[in-house]
C-alpha cells in the first residue's frame, strides 16, 4: 500500500482490518497530531499493517475475548509526530526508543518489527481499584499471552502492551508500586502465577 496523500487514501488505510474485531483506523488518533495538525500516516503502510496484525491477533484479541471490550488510549505514531512529542515532553521517547513500539512501521536497530498499544480494561478497573491492583492483570498477561512488553500507569491501570519479533517479557510500571515488576532472570519470571490473580478467568476467552 502506498502511504496516503489523501483523505481517500487514508480512509483506504482506516478500512484495512488488522483482526476480527480491530481496524486500522482504531489506532490512528492522536491527541498529539490532532491539537498540533500534525498527519497521523505511516511511511511505510504495509509495515504498519504487518506489526499491527501480529500486536491485534496475538494479543488484543484474547484479551478483548478474555475481559470484554477493550478501551484504546493511544496506538499507532508516525515518526514526525512521536519526534514532536518528544521535543515537547508531551510523553514520547525518541524515534529510536519508539521505534517497532508505537512506531509501528519503523524496524529497531536490530531490524526487528513491533506494536505496541495502550489500552484500559474496564473488567479490571471495575474490580481491582486498590493500589497495587494492576499487578493481578500483569501476572495474568505475563501467564498467557506472548506479550514483548507491558508498562502499567496509574489513571484506570492504563498500560502500554507491545507485540515484538524479539519479545523481552519485561514489565514496568509507573502506578505504585513503580518500578520493574519482572524480566527474564528475576526469580518471580518462570512458573505460574495463578495465586496472584485469583478471580480472573483461568483460560483465554474463558
Not at 494492576?134 to 492504563?158: E, G, V
Request: charged share 20%; with cysteine; aromatic share 12%.
Amino acid at each position: 500500500m502506498r502511504t496516503p496523500q489523501s483523505m481517500k487514501g487514508l480512509e483506504e488505510l482506516g478500512r484495512v482490518r488488522l483482526s476480527q474485531n480491530f481496524f486500522f483506523r482504531d489506532f490512528l488518533f492522536s491527541e498529539i497530531a490532532a491539537v498540533y495538525n500534525i498527519p497521523n500516516v505511516p511511511d511505510d503502510p504495509d509495515l504498519a499493517i504487518e506489526a499491527g496484525r501480529r500486536l491485534c491477533g496475538e494479543l488484543l484479541e484474547p484479551l478483548q475475548a478474555t475481559f470484554g471490550r477493550l478501551h484504546l488510549r493511544s496506538g499507532y505514531r508516525a515518526a514526525a509526530v512521536n519526534a514532536f512529542g518528544n521535543r515537547k515532553g508531551l510523553n514520547c521517547a525518541t524515534n529510536a526508543a519508539s521505534a517497532a513500539d508505537h512506531i509501528w512501521d519503523m524496524r529497531d536497530a536490530d531490524g526487528c518489527m513491533g506494536a505496541t498499544a495502550c489500552i484500559v480494561v474496564p473488567w479490571l478497573i471495575d474490580r481491582h481499584k486498590e493500589e497495587g491492583g494492576w499487578q493481578a492483570m500483569a501476572w495474568w498477561i505475563h501467564d498467557h499471552l506472548p506479550y514483548a512488553s507491558l508498562c502499567f500507569f496509574p489513571k484506570l491501570w492504563a498500560f502500554n502492551i507491545q507485540w515484538h519479533e524479539r519479545p523481552v517479557r519485561r514489565i514496568m510500571s509507573y502506578a505504585q508500586p513503580r518500578g520493574l515488576l519482572t524480566k527474564p532472570g528475576m526469580a518471580n519470571h518462570e512458573g505460574g502465577h495463578s495465586r496472584l490473580y485469583e478471580g480472573f478467568p483461568l483460560e483465554v476467552g474463558g
